[in-house]
Protein backbone atom coordinates (compact mmCIF):
# COMPACT_ATOMS: atom_id res chain seq x y z
CA UNK A 1 0.00 0.00 0.00
CA UNK A 2 1.22 3.72 -1.09
CA UNK A 3 2.37 5.87 2.26
CA UNK A 4 -0.47 8.26 1.31
CA UNK A 5 -2.68 5.67 1.33
CA UNK A 6 -1.85 4.07 4.34
CA UNK A 7 -2.29 7.05 5.99
CA UNK A 8 -5.52 8.15 5.04
CA UNK A 9 -7.07 4.70 6.47
CA UNK A 10 -5.07 5.31 10.13
CA UNK A 11 -6.61 8.53 10.26
CA UNK A 12 -9.70 6.88 9.55
CA UNK A 13 -10.77 8.56 5.67
CA UNK A 14 -12.49 6.46 3.51
CA UNK A 15 -10.85 6.55 0.02
CA UNK A 16 -13.88 5.85 -2.77
CA UNK A 17 -12.02 4.27 -5.55
CA UNK A 18 -14.84 3.93 -8.30
CA UNK A 19 -16.97 7.42 -7.97
CA UNK A 20 -18.40 8.54 -11.08
CA UNK A 21 -18.29 12.26 -11.21
CA UNK A 22 -22.01 12.78 -10.94
CA UNK A 23 -21.82 10.59 -7.56
CA UNK A 24 -18.91 12.92 -6.07
CA UNK A 25 -21.19 16.00 -6.98
CA UNK A 26 -24.18 14.13 -5.32
CA UNK A 27 -22.45 13.48 -1.88
CA UNK A 28 -20.44 17.31 -2.28
CA UNK A 29 -23.78 19.28 -3.00
CA UNK A 30 -25.18 16.65 0.30
CA UNK A 31 -22.37 18.13 2.40
CA UNK A 32 -22.80 21.53 1.23
CA UNK A 33 -25.92 21.09 2.39
CA UNK A 34 -25.83 19.98 5.76
CA UNK A 35 -23.24 22.36 6.74
CA UNK A 36 -24.60 25.38 4.95
CA UNK A 37 -28.35 24.92 4.82
CA UNK A 38 -30.55 25.88 2.27
CA UNK A 39 -29.51 29.21 2.07
CA UNK A 40 -25.97 28.89 1.73
CA UNK A 41 -26.07 25.74 -0.55
CA UNK A 42 -28.54 28.53 -2.88
CA UNK A 43 -26.06 30.75 -2.60
CA UNK A 44 -23.10 29.10 -3.08
CA UNK A 45 -24.68 27.35 -6.05
CA UNK A 46 -25.77 31.09 -7.46
CA UNK A 47 -22.51 32.27 -6.68
CA UNK A 48 -20.22 29.08 -8.57
CA UNK A 49 -22.06 27.57 -11.00
CA UNK A 50 -22.13 29.52 -14.47
CA UNK A 51 -25.78 29.90 -16.47
CA UNK A 52 -25.29 28.53 -19.99
CA UNK A 53 -26.06 30.46 -23.43
CA UNK A 54 -26.13 34.11 -23.91
CA UNK A 55 -28.93 35.42 -21.94
CA UNK A 56 -29.82 39.18 -24.28
CA UNK A 57 -30.31 37.10 -27.21
CA UNK A 58 -32.76 34.44 -25.42
CA UNK A 59 -34.26 37.37 -23.71
CA UNK A 60 -34.76 39.08 -26.94
CA UNK A 61 -36.71 36.58 -27.86
CA UNK A 62 -39.60 36.26 -25.12
CA UNK A 63 -39.17 39.87 -24.14
CA UNK A 64 -41.24 40.88 -27.26
CA UNK A 65 -44.03 38.80 -27.01
CA UNK A 66 -45.08 39.98 -23.29
CA UNK A 67 -47.81 42.28 -22.66
CA UNK A 68 -47.29 43.87 -19.25
CA UNK A 69 -50.83 45.42 -19.57
CA UNK A 70 -52.10 41.77 -20.15
CA UNK A 71 -50.16 40.90 -17.00
CA UNK A 72 -50.84 43.45 -14.73
CA UNK A 73 -54.16 42.98 -15.15
CA UNK A 74 -53.72 39.36 -14.51
CA UNK A 75 -51.31 39.54 -11.54
CA UNK A 76 -51.33 42.83 -9.91
CA UNK A 77 -54.44 42.41 -8.61
CA UNK A 78 -52.88 39.72 -6.11
CA UNK A 79 -49.77 42.48 -5.35
CA UNK A 80 -52.63 45.23 -4.52
CA UNK A 81 -54.63 43.03 -2.24
CA UNK A 82 -52.33 43.36 0.43
Same mark, same amino acid.
Given at each position: /? *?? *??????? $? +? $?? $???? /??? @??? $??? +????????? +? %???? %??? /?????? +????????????? @??? @???? %? @???????????
Amino acid at each position: /M *AP *AVSLFFE $I +G $IM $IPMA /MTN @DEI $IKK +GCAALMKES +G %LVGY %LRF /MQRFIG +GRGDYTKERAKWI @DKV @DFFE %L @DKKFGKRSRRK
